[in-house]
Nanobody, 120 residues
Framework: QVQLVESGGGLVQPGGSLRLSCAASGTIFTIYRMGWYRQAPGKQRELVASITDGSSTNYANAVKGRFTISRDNAKNTLYLQMNSLRPEDTAAYYC??????????????WGQGTQVTVSS
């Protein structure tokens, strides 16, 4: 069982910055990939960025050069640094953890979501 607790969302003006945090607890040794997804009203959920246990990263084209995903293994925490924010970045952001156990199929855990609103 993995629990994910997100924080750091809020209201920011265009061009501003926010850092989202996702604290993981439970059987965290089973996590092989973590990522950030977002979902805007009327839109489907989309991958923003992901990072594997080998530190390989992947970014959506819309955020490349502006967002950075990172992790602090000592704190069991995932981060998303968001710079040069745009109104189109407005969405609920969700932390995701992919787990893999030898006798179970892969399974995704999700955080509760944190709202990011970019508006002047």
């Amino acid at each position: 069982q993995v629990q994910l607790v997100e924080s750091g969302g809020g209201l920011v003006q265009p061009g501003g910055s926010l850092r989202l945090s996702c604290a993981a607890s439970g059987t965290i040794f089973t996590i092989y990939r973590m990522g950030w997804y977002r979902q805007a009203p009327g839109k489907q959920r989309e991958l923003v960025a992901s990072i594997t246990d080998g530190s390989s990263t992947n970014y959506a084209n819309a955020v490349k050069g502006r967002f950075t995903i990172s992790r602090d293994n000592a704190k069991n925490t995932l981060y998303l640094q968001m710079n040069s924010l745009r109104p189109e970045d407005t969405a609920a952001y969700y932390c995701n953890a992919g787990v893999h156990l030898p006798d179970r199929p892969p399974y995704d855990y999700w955080g509760q979501g944190t709202q990011v609103t970019v508006s002047s």
